[in-house]
């Protein structure tokens, strides 16, 4: 029965979150709170599959956003190159050009480790951010690629802001279960034993190398397919988006949340969400810098709290039932 | 069923292995002894695959292995336990174990938690090497002795055709190492044993066979009384063990 309930209530908690513009409508006018919970999902989406790498297999990622840029570029110029907004053909578009470009980038990076793994996958990742930015012809250069369609699925249109984040809600719904599930299987099991001992596992017979690819490109494509969701969204593409900063965006959104677990990406993504797009409206303009604001909570949770706010969350149940 | 030919190994200047062969034959305990230095770990390693050499074979029931991975080799029944404990640390004793009871169908098997047998099989395995009752509990929580005995259940649950022990009871007390003894000593017959050990009444009661390693070569070879009986064993080992203790 308690299995039963847990159920439900993360059924009820799903279709809350998917149908939130519906509910929220009567309070919401502006449409403000579902565009910044739109965004959050997306961000959500790409801090998950990154913690695939940094948290449940050890391989910390700084160039995680080579892949969400890729998505957003391969979405964007397929539909307008075969002048199409059909979801299974941008969206998939997306998921192909990540998953191949995480499969080479992945095939060089994947038998190094710790700091040199982080240098590898931050210099490769520049090298497709400095491929974005300069091809002008393909990916628009420094001016973006504008005008990305919103995606149709068949005769659904999803142009209207409310379905668009329907769609986000949905995508994110089915990724957190995609993690969920991947974590408590064999083989996000296999992925924490690399994580902790990779000698072991190779002692074990587990081809750690191939096990450390196949995370790393499943990782790529979720990211692309974030990069897909976050182009539709926007209707545009920023080289940016395949940049260091957004890399190191989704990596303090891990960081922040907490790593190797489900609701850290998550929480980390409405704080991140919360601080970039709430906190500078509340402050005078000279204050308004939200990077900054950003870098001081993130060195506040590296020196006070390395567990993130799941791990915060944590100890704060356990000393309140401890009483 | 593992043999070796002049295998060599160098560590720049140093040569850990000069020219090692040895052959034991299927179900044999093998202890290898020698002095600090001797090359013992080194030709454990060797013979896991973690290191490769610079010269020379090594064959696992007839078949060539020398250029095949750790991981390659641990599939064709190869179980290395080592001297400094590797396990998974934050996992608990039956997840270390199920990791490897797993590894025979590998880890691409997604979104279903792992079956209930293999949990049974691990549980079986640690309640074998004395670990009932501490199925559970992390490796940071286990006692040193505790996790040796984890490591020889990890090995264990590989189903390994060949046993590699680099020092099983290194750092354990007397019971610890009582206990671990009479365990290995109650393996199946037909598991082929390679120990390097430096407690000489663990080697006498274990081994059918003792190789004595000196400088990376082979000095001598042969049961456990023979090697007793051995000056140039004395010279080298036996007698400075004496003098030492």
Do not use: C
């Not at chain 1, 659904?156 to 802001?161: A, H, I, V």
């Not at chain 1, 072991?200 to 790393?216: E, V």
């Not at chain 1, 390395?306 to 915060?312: A, D, E, K, P, T």
């Amino acid at each position: 029965m308690r299995p039963l309930v847990r159920w439900a209530l993360v059924a009820a908690a799903a279709v809350a979150l998917v149908t939130f513009p519906y509910w929220s409508a009567p309070w919401e006018s502006t449409r403000f709170a579902t565009t910044l919970l739109r965004d959050a999902l997306v961000l959500a989406i790409f801090a998950l599959s990154l913690d695939l790498l940094v948290g449940r297999a050890g391989m910390p990622s700084l160039g995680h956003a080579a892949f969400f840029g890729a998505g957003a570029y391969a979405a964007g110029i397929a539909g307008q190159r075969l002048a199409t907004d059909q979801l299974p053909i941008t969206l998939g578009a997306a998921a192909l050009v990540a998953a191949l470009l995480a499969l080479v980038i992945g095939v060089l990076v994947v038998r190094s480790e710790g700091i040199f793994f982080l240098m590898l996958t931050l210099a490769l990742a520049q090298i497709v951010f400095a491929i974005a930015f300069q091809w002008t012809a393909v990916t628009g250069g420094s001016n973006g690629l504008s005008g990305v369609g919103r995606p149709m699925l068949a005769t659904l249109d999803f142009s209207s802001p409310d379905l668009m984040y329907v769609l986000v809600a949905i995508t994110f719904v089915a990724a957190a279960f995609l993690v969920w599930g991947l974590a408590r299987s064999p083989y996000g099991r296999a992925l924490i034993g690399v994580r902790e001992n990779e000698r072991r596992m190779r002692a074990l017979g587990y081809d750690t190398a191939r096990l450390r690819l196949s995370a790393f490109v499943l990782a790529g494509t979720i990211a692309g397919i974030a990069g897909a969701l976050s182009a539709y969204s926007t209707r545009f593409v920023s080289a940016q988006d395949a940049g260091l900063g957004n890399s190191v965006r989704a990596f303090v959104t891990v960081l922040v949340g907490g790593a190797g677990t489900l609701g850290g990406p998550i929480a980390g993504s409405a704080l991140v969400s919360v601080i970039e797009r709430v906190v500078p409206s509340l402050l005078p303009v000279e204050l308004r810098i939200s990077e900054a604001i950003l870098g001081l909570v993130f060195i506040a949770f590296v020196l006070f709290a390395r567990q993130g706010m799941v791990g915060l969350g944590r100890q704060t149940w356990l000393r309140v039932r401890s009483r | 069923m593992i043999e070796t030919r002049e295998l060599r190994r160098a560590f720049g200047g140093v040569v850990a292995l000069d020219g090692v062969s040895l052959k034991v034959p299927e179900g044999e305990r093998r202890a290898i002894i020698g002095p600090n230095g001797a090359g013992k770990t080194t030709l454990i390693n060797v013979l896991a695959g973690e290191i490769s050499p610079t010269g020379g074979a090594v064959r696992l029931a007839g078949r060539d292995i020398t250029r095949l991975r750790s991981w390659q080799r641990a599939r064709l029944g190869l179980a290395h336990v080592y001297q400094r404990t590797e396990l998974f640390s934050p996992l608990s004793s039956r997840e270390n174990v199920a990791l490897a009871v797993a590894a025979r169908r590998g880890p691409y098997r997604l979104f279903r938690a792992p079956p209930r047998s293999e949990y049974a099989a691990a549980d079986a395995m640690l309640e074998r090497v004395g670990l009932a009752g501490r199925e559970s509990v992390v490796v940071r929580a286990l006692s040193h002795g505790e996790r040796r005995q984890l490591e020889l259940a990890v090995a264990l649950a590989q189903n390994p055709r060949v046993l590699l022990l680099d020092e099983p009871t290194a750092g354990m007390s007397p019971v610890e190492t009582a206990r671990i003894t009479e365990l290995v000593a109650g393996l199946d017959r037909a598991l082929t044993i390679v120990i390097v050990e430096h407690d000489m009444d663990v080697v006498f009661r274990l081994a059918d066979r003792v190789t004595v390693l000196h400088e990376g070569r082979v000095i001598a070879e042969g049961t456990a009384a023979d090697v007793r009986g051995d000056a140039l064993v004395h010279d080298v080992y036996l007698g400075k063990a004496v003098t030492v203790a």
